[in-house]
Protein backbone atom coordinates (compact mmCIF):
# COMPACT_ATOMS: atom_id res chain seq x y z
CA UNK A 1 0.00 0.00 0.00
CA UNK A 2 2.80 2.56 0.72
CA UNK A 3 4.35 1.76 -2.62
CA UNK A 4 1.02 2.52 -3.91
CA UNK A 5 0.86 5.83 -2.06
CA UNK A 6 4.24 6.86 -3.26
CA UNK A 7 3.27 6.24 -6.79
CA UNK A 8 0.24 8.17 -6.77
CA UNK A 9 2.77 10.84 -5.36
CA UNK A 10 5.01 10.52 -7.93
CA UNK A 11 2.03 10.91 -10.62
CA UNK A 12 0.79 13.95 -8.78
CA UNK A 13 3.57 15.79 -8.38
CA UNK A 14 4.21 15.12 -12.11
CA UNK A 15 0.99 16.80 -12.59
CA UNK A 16 1.15 19.94 -10.78
CA UNK A 17 4.44 20.58 -12.36
CA UNK A 18 2.37 20.49 -15.49
CA UNK A 19 -0.64 22.53 -14.48
CA UNK A 20 1.88 24.76 -12.73
CA UNK A 21 3.74 25.29 -16.01
CA UNK A 22 0.98 25.54 -18.33
CA UNK A 23 -0.41 28.40 -16.69
CA UNK A 24 2.61 29.92 -15.01
CA UNK A 25 4.23 30.12 -18.73
CA UNK A 26 0.97 31.43 -20.15
CA UNK A 27 1.85 35.20 -19.88
CA UNK A 28 5.12 35.29 -21.03
CA UNK A 29 4.45 32.78 -24.41
CA UNK A 30 5.88 34.64 -27.48
CA UNK A 31 2.86 35.18 -29.20
CA UNK A 32 2.91 32.92 -32.35
CA UNK A 33 4.02 34.40 -36.02
CA UNK A 34 2.91 32.87 -39.37
CA UNK A 35 6.69 32.30 -39.44
CA UNK A 36 7.63 28.17 -39.41
CA UNK A 37 10.48 27.75 -37.10
CA UNK A 38 13.92 26.79 -38.20
CA UNK A 39 17.46 24.84 -38.02
CA UNK A 40 19.87 27.91 -37.43
CA UNK A 41 22.40 26.54 -38.81
CA UNK A 42 23.17 23.10 -41.13
CA UNK A 43 25.27 22.31 -38.50
CA UNK A 44 22.85 22.42 -36.19
CA UNK A 45 20.25 20.31 -37.98
CA UNK A 46 22.38 17.38 -38.79
CA UNK A 47 23.36 16.98 -34.94
CA UNK A 48 19.74 17.28 -34.54
CA UNK A 49 19.17 14.24 -36.96
CA UNK A 50 22.13 12.82 -35.86
CA UNK A 51 21.12 12.74 -32.47
CA UNK A 52 17.98 11.36 -33.00
CA UNK A 53 19.50 8.56 -34.34
CA UNK A 54 22.08 7.66 -32.42
CA UNK A 55 20.44 6.38 -29.45
CA UNK A 56 20.19 3.32 -26.99
CA UNK A 57 19.86 1.22 -30.27
CA UNK A 58 23.41 2.16 -31.03
CA UNK A 59 25.16 1.54 -27.90
CA UNK A 60 23.65 -1.20 -26.46
CA UNK A 61 22.16 -3.14 -29.45
CA UNK A 62 24.32 -2.63 -32.58
CA UNK A 63 27.79 -4.06 -30.80
CA UNK A 64 25.81 -7.30 -29.10
CA UNK A 65 24.06 -8.15 -33.26
CA UNK A 66 27.40 -7.52 -34.43
CA UNK A 67 29.16 -10.53 -32.06
CA UNK A 68 26.47 -12.57 -32.93
CA UNK A 69 26.00 -12.25 -36.43
CA UNK A 70 29.42 -13.10 -37.40
CA UNK A 71 31.75 -10.12 -36.67
CA UNK A 72 33.13 -8.27 -39.65
CA UNK A 73 30.89 -10.20 -41.95
CA UNK A 74 27.86 -8.55 -40.69
CA UNK A 75 29.14 -5.19 -40.19
CA UNK A 76 29.80 -5.39 -44.15
CA UNK A 77 26.37 -6.34 -44.88
CA UNK A 78 24.93 -3.57 -42.27
CA UNK A 79 27.22 -0.89 -44.04
CA UNK A 80 26.20 -2.18 -47.65
CA UNK A 81 21.95 -2.27 -46.36
CA UNK A 82 22.23 1.31 -44.30
CA UNK A 83 24.14 3.41 -46.80
CA UNK A 84 21.85 1.90 -50.06
CA UNK A 85 18.36 1.45 -48.28
CA UNK A 86 18.89 3.64 -45.34
CA UNK A 87 20.34 6.71 -46.75
CA UNK A 88 17.78 6.82 -50.02
CA UNK A 89 14.67 6.29 -47.22
CA UNK A 90 16.21 8.96 -45.03
CA UNK A 91 16.72 11.11 -48.52
CA UNK A 92 13.04 10.35 -49.02
CA UNK A 93 12.00 11.71 -45.77
CA UNK A 94 14.01 14.82 -45.68
CA UNK A 95 12.77 15.79 -48.71
CA UNK A 96 9.04 15.37 -48.31
CA UNK A 97 9.33 17.43 -44.88
CA UNK A 98 11.15 20.19 -46.54
CA UNK A 99 8.79 20.01 -49.54
CA UNK A 100 5.41 20.15 -47.45
CA UNK A 101 6.93 21.99 -44.55
CA UNK A 102 4.82 20.37 -41.99
CA UNK A 103 4.91 17.67 -39.48
CA UNK A 104 4.22 14.30 -40.92
CA UNK A 105 0.60 14.12 -41.34
CA UNK A 106 0.04 17.38 -42.77
CA UNK A 107 3.02 16.96 -45.37
CA UNK A 108 1.18 13.70 -47.18
CA UNK A 109 -2.18 15.76 -46.34
CA UNK A 110 -0.40 18.73 -48.42
CA UNK A 111 1.19 16.60 -51.25
CA UNK A 112 -0.52 13.19 -51.26
CA UNK A 113 -4.05 13.83 -50.40
CA UNK A 114 -6.60 10.99 -50.38
CA UNK A 115 -5.14 7.81 -47.77
CA UNK A 116 -1.72 9.23 -47.81
CA UNK A 117 -2.17 10.86 -44.62
CA UNK A 118 -2.16 7.70 -42.44
CA UNK A 119 1.41 7.03 -43.16
CA UNK A 120 1.96 10.22 -40.95
CA UNK A 121 -0.83 9.26 -39.08
CA UNK A 122 1.19 5.67 -38.05
CA UNK A 123 4.30 8.00 -37.81
CA UNK A 124 2.69 9.78 -34.77
CA UNK A 125 1.31 6.78 -33.24
CA UNK A 126 4.62 4.94 -33.41
CA UNK A 127 6.11 8.05 -31.89
CA UNK A 128 3.38 7.81 -28.68
CA UNK A 129 3.99 4.48 -28.33
CA UNK A 130 8.07 4.08 -28.72
CA UNK A 131 8.77 6.89 -26.21
CA UNK A 132 6.36 5.91 -24.12
CA UNK A 133 9.07 2.63 -22.99
CA UNK A 134 11.90 4.43 -24.45
CA UNK A 135 11.53 6.94 -21.59
CA UNK A 136 11.35 3.74 -19.21
CA UNK A 137 14.39 2.76 -20.00
CA UNK A 138 16.37 5.94 -20.60
CA UNK A 139 14.91 6.38 -16.66
CA UNK A 140 17.53 4.02 -15.70
CA UNK A 141 20.73 5.44 -17.40
CA UNK A 142 19.62 8.46 -15.09
CA UNK A 143 19.53 6.33 -11.66
CA UNK A 144 22.54 3.96 -12.94
CA UNK A 145 24.70 7.53 -13.15
CA UNK A 146 23.70 8.09 -9.48
CA UNK A 147 24.27 4.84 -8.75
CA UNK A 148 27.82 4.70 -10.17
CA UNK A 149 28.37 6.64 -7.19
CA UNK A 150 26.09 5.42 -4.78
CA UNK A 151 26.93 1.60 -4.16
CA UNK A 152 27.08 -0.06 -7.44
CA UNK A 153 30.13 -0.74 -7.91
CA UNK A 154 30.39 -2.32 -4.11
CA UNK A 155 27.42 -4.30 -5.05
CA UNK A 156 28.80 -5.40 -8.37
CA UNK A 157 32.34 -6.23 -7.21
CA UNK A 158 30.79 -8.60 -5.11
CA UNK A 159 28.94 -10.67 -8.32
CA UNK A 160 25.33 -8.77 -7.49
CA UNK A 161 24.74 -6.32 -9.94
CA UNK A 162 21.72 -8.44 -11.80
CA UNK A 163 20.37 -9.19 -8.57
CA UNK A 164 20.60 -5.12 -7.94
CA UNK A 165 19.04 -5.01 -11.58
CA UNK A 166 16.16 -7.11 -10.71
CA UNK A 167 15.48 -4.98 -7.39
CA UNK A 168 15.89 -1.65 -9.27
CA UNK A 169 13.33 -2.52 -11.79
CA UNK A 170 10.59 -4.48 -9.39
CA UNK A 171 10.95 -0.92 -7.58
CA UNK A 172 7.63 0.87 -9.25
CA UNK A 173 8.00 3.97 -7.66
CA UNK A 174 12.12 3.96 -8.13
CA UNK A 175 11.53 3.57 -11.76
CA UNK A 176 8.32 5.56 -12.66
CA UNK A 177 10.22 8.29 -10.70
CA UNK A 178 13.17 8.29 -13.08
CA UNK A 179 10.67 7.81 -16.13
CA UNK A 180 9.27 10.89 -14.66
CA UNK A 181 12.90 12.84 -14.72
CA UNK A 182 13.45 11.88 -17.95
CA UNK A 183 10.09 12.55 -19.60
CA UNK A 184 10.47 15.82 -17.99
CA UNK A 185 13.64 16.49 -19.57
CA UNK A 186 12.66 15.44 -22.99
CA UNK A 187 9.73 17.56 -22.53
CA UNK A 188 11.84 21.01 -21.51
CA UNK A 189 13.67 20.42 -24.09
CA UNK A 190 11.35 20.35 -27.05
CA UNK A 191 9.00 23.33 -25.00
CA UNK A 192 11.69 25.25 -25.76
CA UNK A 193 11.27 25.07 -29.41
CA UNK A 194 13.38 23.92 -32.63
CA UNK A 195 16.58 26.77 -32.22
CA UNK A 196 16.64 27.61 -28.61
CA UNK A 197 15.39 24.25 -27.68
CA UNK A 198 16.35 20.56 -29.81
CA UNK A 199 19.53 22.24 -31.73
CA UNK A 200 20.96 23.88 -28.88
CA UNK A 201 20.72 21.00 -26.88
CA UNK A 202 22.28 18.33 -29.81
CA UNK A 203 24.80 21.28 -30.62
CA UNK A 204 25.94 20.02 -27.01
CA UNK A 205 25.19 16.82 -26.00
CA UNK A 206 26.21 15.14 -29.55
CA UNK A 207 29.71 15.69 -29.55
CA UNK A 208 29.85 15.49 -26.00
CA UNK A 209 28.69 11.76 -26.37
CA UNK A 210 31.86 11.43 -29.04
CA UNK A 211 34.34 12.92 -26.45
CA UNK A 212 32.76 10.32 -23.53
CA UNK A 213 32.57 7.31 -26.10
CA UNK A 214 36.51 8.12 -27.12
CA UNK A 215 37.30 8.40 -23.14
CA UNK A 216 35.71 4.72 -23.01
CA UNK A 217 36.98 3.30 -25.26
CA UNK A 218 40.68 4.11 -24.46
CA UNK A 219 40.17 2.73 -21.34
CA UNK A 220 38.67 -0.38 -23.02
CA UNK A 221 41.23 -0.61 -25.62
CA UNK A 222 43.98 -0.81 -22.93
CA UNK A 223 43.42 -3.55 -20.64
CA UNK A 224 44.98 -6.31 -20.92
CA UNK A 225 43.27 -9.23 -22.59
CA UNK A 226 41.38 -6.51 -24.90
CA UNK A 227 42.28 -7.79 -28.36
CA UNK A 228 40.09 -10.92 -27.53
CA UNK A 229 36.95 -8.59 -27.30
CA UNK A 230 38.21 -7.14 -30.45
CA UNK A 231 38.60 -10.68 -32.01
CA UNK A 232 34.77 -11.53 -30.96
CA UNK A 233 33.35 -8.15 -32.04
CA UNK A 234 34.76 -8.05 -35.56
CA UNK A 235 36.32 -11.60 -36.93
CA UNK A 236 34.37 -12.19 -39.69
CA UNK A 237 32.65 -15.38 -39.49
CA UNK A 238 31.04 -16.05 -42.75
CA UNK A 239 28.96 -19.29 -41.43
CA UNK A 240 27.23 -17.10 -39.23
CA UNK A 241 25.91 -15.12 -42.28
CA UNK A 242 21.94 -16.27 -43.27
CA UNK A 243 19.22 -14.78 -44.79
CA UNK A 244 18.53 -14.14 -40.85
CA UNK A 245 21.82 -11.73 -40.93
CA UNK A 246 20.35 -9.82 -43.66
CA UNK A 247 16.90 -9.16 -41.74
CA UNK A 248 18.46 -8.18 -38.76
CA UNK A 249 20.90 -5.93 -40.49
CA UNK A 250 17.67 -3.99 -41.89
CA UNK A 251 15.94 -3.93 -38.81
CA UNK A 252 18.18 -2.66 -36.66
CA UNK A 253 19.36 -0.28 -39.69
CA UNK A 254 15.76 1.31 -39.72
CA UNK A 255 14.74 1.96 -36.16
CA UNK A 256 18.40 3.08 -35.48
CA UNK A 257 18.29 5.75 -38.77
CA UNK A 258 15.16 6.57 -37.20
CA UNK A 259 13.16 6.06 -40.69
CA UNK A 260 9.51 5.09 -41.08
CA UNK A 261 7.68 7.27 -38.59
CA UNK A 262 8.03 10.70 -39.75
CA UNK A 263 10.53 11.64 -37.93
CA UNK A 264 12.83 12.78 -41.05
CA UNK A 265 9.94 14.58 -42.74
CA UNK A 266 9.50 16.52 -38.98
CA UNK A 267 12.64 17.79 -38.94
CA UNK A 268 13.31 18.29 -42.62
CA UNK A 269 10.52 20.46 -42.76
CA UNK A 270 12.27 23.00 -40.32
CA UNK A 271 15.11 22.88 -42.44
CA UNK A 272 16.15 26.02 -44.92
CA UNK A 273 15.76 25.55 -48.68
CA UNK A 274 18.81 26.55 -49.62
CA UNK A 275 20.81 23.11 -47.79
CA UNK A 276 21.74 20.35 -49.92
CA UNK A 277 19.64 17.33 -49.10
CA UNK A 278 21.61 14.09 -50.46
CA UNK A 279 24.72 15.06 -48.33
CA UNK A 280 23.36 16.13 -44.99
CA UNK A 281 21.55 12.22 -45.18
CA UNK A 282 24.41 10.57 -46.06
CA UNK A 283 26.55 12.46 -43.26
CA UNK A 284 23.55 11.48 -40.62
CA UNK A 285 23.77 7.63 -41.78
CA UNK A 286 27.39 7.76 -41.67
CA UNK A 287 27.61 9.44 -38.02
CA UNK A 288 25.12 6.78 -36.71
CA UNK A 289 26.84 3.82 -38.45
CA UNK A 290 29.90 5.48 -36.89
CA UNK A 291 28.55 5.59 -33.40
CA UNK A 292 27.43 2.10 -33.41
CA UNK A 293 30.47 1.08 -34.75
CA UNK A 294 32.85 2.51 -31.97
CA UNK A 295 30.24 1.86 -29.49
CA UNK A 296 31.66 -1.84 -29.81
CA UNK A 297 35.49 -1.07 -29.11
CA UNK A 298 34.15 0.38 -25.80
CA UNK A 299 32.42 -2.24 -25.08
CA UNK A 300 33.94 -5.74 -26.01
CA UNK A 301 37.48 -5.17 -24.96
CA UNK A 302 36.41 -4.18 -21.47
CA UNK A 303 33.46 -7.01 -20.86
CA UNK A 304 35.98 -9.70 -22.63
CA UNK A 305 39.43 -8.58 -20.41
CA UNK A 306 37.44 -9.13 -17.45
CA UNK A 307 35.74 -12.79 -18.34
CA UNK A 308 32.82 -11.43 -18.77
CA UNK A 309 29.98 -12.99 -20.80
CA UNK A 310 29.05 -10.70 -23.53
CA UNK A 311 24.83 -10.90 -22.73
CA UNK A 312 22.35 -8.95 -24.97
CA UNK A 313 20.58 -5.64 -24.17
CA UNK A 314 19.59 -4.48 -20.75
CA UNK A 315 21.72 -7.58 -19.36
CA UNK A 316 24.79 -6.60 -21.10
CA UNK A 317 24.23 -2.63 -20.45
CA UNK A 318 22.84 -2.74 -17.05
CA UNK A 319 24.46 -5.95 -15.05
CA UNK A 320 27.76 -6.76 -16.91
CA UNK A 321 29.11 -3.60 -17.86
CA UNK A 322 28.59 -2.26 -14.07
CA UNK A 323 30.70 -5.12 -13.13
CA UNK A 324 33.36 -4.59 -15.22
CA UNK A 325 33.54 -1.75 -14.26
CA UNK A 326 33.47 -2.67 -10.75
CA UNK A 327 37.34 -4.49 -11.31
CA UNK A 328 38.74 -1.34 -12.95
CA UNK A 329 40.41 1.32 -11.63
CA UNK A 330 38.57 4.79 -11.10
CA UNK A 331 35.67 2.25 -12.29
CA UNK A 332 33.33 4.86 -10.71
CA UNK A 333 34.58 7.35 -12.93
CA UNK A 334 33.89 5.04 -16.18
CA UNK A 335 30.76 3.81 -15.04
CA UNK A 336 29.45 7.49 -14.51
CA UNK A 337 30.72 8.44 -17.74
CA UNK A 338 29.12 5.10 -20.05
CA UNK A 339 25.44 6.36 -17.72
CA UNK A 340 25.87 9.76 -18.96
CA UNK A 341 27.20 8.63 -22.84
CA UNK A 342 23.92 6.71 -22.56
CA UNK A 343 21.76 9.47 -21.60
CA UNK A 344 23.31 12.00 -24.09
CA UNK A 345 22.00 9.62 -27.04
CA UNK A 346 18.49 8.52 -25.21
CA UNK A 347 17.94 12.24 -24.62
CA UNK A 348 18.81 13.40 -28.09
CA UNK A 349 16.33 10.56 -29.48
CA UNK A 350 13.39 11.15 -27.59
CA UNK A 351 12.99 14.81 -28.25
CA UNK A 352 12.88 13.79 -31.62
CA UNK A 353 10.17 11.31 -30.92
CA UNK A 354 7.75 13.42 -29.14
CA UNK A 355 8.39 16.71 -31.94
CA UNK A 356 7.06 14.39 -34.06
CA UNK A 357 4.01 14.34 -32.15
CA UNK A 358 3.86 17.83 -31.22
CA UNK A 359 4.11 19.13 -34.49
CA UNK A 360 1.13 17.43 -35.45
CA UNK A 361 -1.11 18.66 -32.74
CA UNK A 362 0.50 22.66 -33.18
CA UNK A 363 0.53 22.47 -37.38
CA UNK A 364 -2.39 20.37 -37.51
CA UNK A 365 -4.71 21.76 -34.72
CA UNK A 366 -3.46 24.79 -33.54
CA UNK A 367 -1.85 24.28 -30.22
CA UNK A 368 0.57 26.36 -29.51
CA UNK A 369 4.45 24.51 -28.66
CA UNK A 370 4.00 24.78 -24.46
CA UNK A 371 0.92 22.99 -24.73
CA UNK A 372 1.47 20.45 -27.34
CA UNK A 373 4.61 19.15 -25.29
CA UNK A 374 3.68 19.31 -21.75
CA UNK A 375 0.28 17.94 -22.43
CA UNK A 376 1.40 15.07 -24.82
CA UNK A 377 4.76 14.69 -22.73
CA UNK A 378 2.68 13.82 -19.81
CA UNK A 379 0.27 11.51 -22.00
CA UNK A 380 2.93 9.47 -23.49
CA UNK A 381 4.60 9.45 -19.45
CA UNK A 382 1.24 7.63 -18.50
CA UNK A 383 0.98 5.68 -21.68
CA UNK A 384 4.56 4.48 -20.40
CA UNK A 385 3.65 3.79 -16.78
CA UNK A 386 2.56 -0.12 -17.50
CA UNK A 387 5.62 -0.60 -19.60
CA UNK A 388 7.51 0.59 -16.34
CA UNK A 389 5.42 -1.73 -14.22
CA UNK A 390 5.42 -4.42 -16.41
CA UNK A 391 9.77 -5.52 -15.85
CA UNK A 392 8.56 -6.18 -12.31
CA UNK A 393 5.60 -8.16 -13.21
CA UNK A 394 3.40 -5.40 -11.73
CA UNK A 395 1.42 -5.26 -14.83
CA UNK A 396 -0.56 -8.17 -16.70
CA UNK A 397 1.67 -9.87 -19.91
CA UNK A 398 -0.06 -9.55 -23.35
CA UNK A 399 -0.28 -12.65 -24.53
CA UNK A 400 3.00 -14.08 -23.55
CA UNK A 401 4.90 -10.75 -23.64
CA UNK A 402 5.84 -7.54 -21.23
CA UNK A 403 4.14 -5.05 -21.76
CA UNK A 404 7.25 -3.09 -22.77
CA UNK A 405 8.06 -5.97 -25.26
CA UNK A 406 4.88 -5.93 -27.04
CA UNK A 407 4.82 -2.16 -27.48
CA UNK A 408 8.40 -1.91 -28.76
CA UNK A 409 7.40 -5.19 -31.04
CA UNK A 410 4.20 -2.82 -32.50
CA UNK A 411 5.93 -0.07 -33.01
CA UNK A 412 9.39 -1.40 -34.35
CA UNK A 413 8.28 -4.68 -36.23
CA UNK A 414 4.69 -2.92 -37.86
CA UNK A 415 4.63 0.17 -37.86
CA UNK A 416 8.44 1.19 -38.81
CA UNK A 417 8.14 -0.95 -41.35
CA UNK A 418 4.74 -0.52 -42.93
CA UNK A 419 6.11 2.82 -43.06
CA UNK A 420 8.93 3.03 -44.55
CA UNK A 421 7.37 0.33 -47.14
CA UNK A 422 4.69 3.37 -47.97
CA UNK A 423 7.68 6.50 -47.54
CA UNK A 424 9.09 4.67 -50.34
CA UNK A 425 6.04 3.96 -52.53
CA UNK A 426 5.20 7.36 -51.95
CA UNK A 427 8.50 9.22 -53.01
CA UNK A 428 9.25 6.84 -55.54
CA UNK A 429 6.31 6.49 -57.88
CA UNK A 430 3.71 9.01 -56.30
CA UNK A 431 5.54 12.23 -55.60
CA UNK A 432 8.76 11.33 -57.96
CA UNK A 433 8.39 14.76 -59.55
CA UNK A 434 8.25 17.01 -56.12
CA UNK A 435 10.39 14.71 -54.77
CA UNK A 436 13.46 15.32 -57.41
CA UNK A 437 12.79 19.00 -57.26
CA UNK A 438 12.86 19.34 -53.84
CA UNK A 439 16.15 16.99 -53.77
CA UNK A 440 18.28 18.80 -56.45
CA UNK A 441 17.07 22.11 -54.71
CA UNK A 442 14.88 23.15 -57.99
CA UNK A 443 17.31 21.95 -60.19
CA UNK A 444 20.03 24.33 -58.84
CA UNK A 445 21.89 21.13 -57.27
CA UNK A 446 22.89 18.36 -59.34
CA UNK A 447 22.24 14.78 -57.52
CA UNK A 448 24.27 12.54 -59.49
CA UNK A 449 22.69 9.46 -57.86
CA UNK A 450 19.08 10.41 -58.96
CA UNK A 451 18.52 7.50 -61.54
CA UNK A 452 19.60 5.00 -58.40
CA UNK A 453 17.76 6.33 -56.03
CA UNK A 454 14.45 6.26 -57.85
CA UNK A 455 14.91 2.52 -58.13
CA UNK A 456 15.73 2.13 -54.81
CA UNK A 457 12.57 4.00 -53.12
CA UNK A 458 10.56 2.35 -56.04
CA UNK A 459 11.37 -1.40 -55.94
CA UNK A 460 14.66 -2.28 -54.21
CA UNK A 461 13.61 -0.77 -50.60
CA UNK A 462 9.81 -1.67 -50.52
CA UNK A 463 10.63 -5.48 -51.89
CA UNK A 464 13.10 -5.80 -49.16
CA UNK A 465 11.67 -4.06 -45.70
CA UNK A 466 8.41 -5.94 -46.92
CA UNK A 467 10.09 -9.54 -46.99
CA UNK A 468 11.63 -8.34 -42.84
CA UNK A 469 8.35 -7.26 -41.99
CA UNK A 470 6.50 -10.35 -42.95
CA UNK A 471 9.66 -12.50 -40.86
CA UNK A 472 9.49 -9.96 -38.48
CA UNK A 473 5.54 -10.96 -37.81
CA UNK A 474 6.10 -13.75 -35.35
CA UNK A 475 5.35 -12.00 -32.42
N1 LIG B 1 17.13 5.88 -33.48
C1 LIG B 1 16.86 5.72 -32.09
C2 LIG B 1 17.82 4.67 -31.51
O1 LIG B 1 18.64 4.11 -32.24
O2 LIG B 1 17.77 4.43 -30.31
C3 LIG B 1 15.45 5.33 -31.81
C4 LIG B 1 14.42 6.10 -32.58
C5 LIG B 1 14.34 7.49 -32.45
C6 LIG B 1 13.58 5.46 -33.46
C7 LIG B 1 13.46 8.23 -33.19
C8 LIG B 1 12.65 6.17 -34.21
C9 LIG B 1 12.62 7.56 -34.08
F1 LIG B 1 11.78 8.26 -34.80
Do not use: H, Q, R
Given at each position: MGERLQVFLVFLLYFLLVIGFLFGKRGVMVVSTNDREQWGSRLGFIMAAAGSAVGLGNIWRFPYVVGMNGGGAFVLIYLAIVFIIGASVMLAEMAIGRGAGLNAVGSFKKLGGGAWPLVGWMGVIAGFIILSFYGVVAGWTIAYMLKSFTGLMEVASQGKAGDAFGAFVSNPTQVILYQALFMFGTIWIVFKG????IEKYCKVMMPGLFLLLLVLILRAVTLDGAMKGIEFY?????????GGTVLSALGQGFFSLSLGMGCMITYG?????????PSAAFTVTFLDTLVAFLAGFAIFPAVFAFNMEPAAGPGLTFITLPSVFSKMPMGAVFSFVFFLLLFFAAITSSVSLLEVCVAYFKD?????RAKASWVLGLVIFLLGVPSALS???HFPKIAGKDFLDAMDFVASNLLLPLGGILISLFAGWFWLDGCKKEISNQGRLPFVFEGIWVWICRLVAPVVIAIVFVKGLKW
Open positions: IGEGLKPDFSKVTSYLNKDEALELGWDLGG
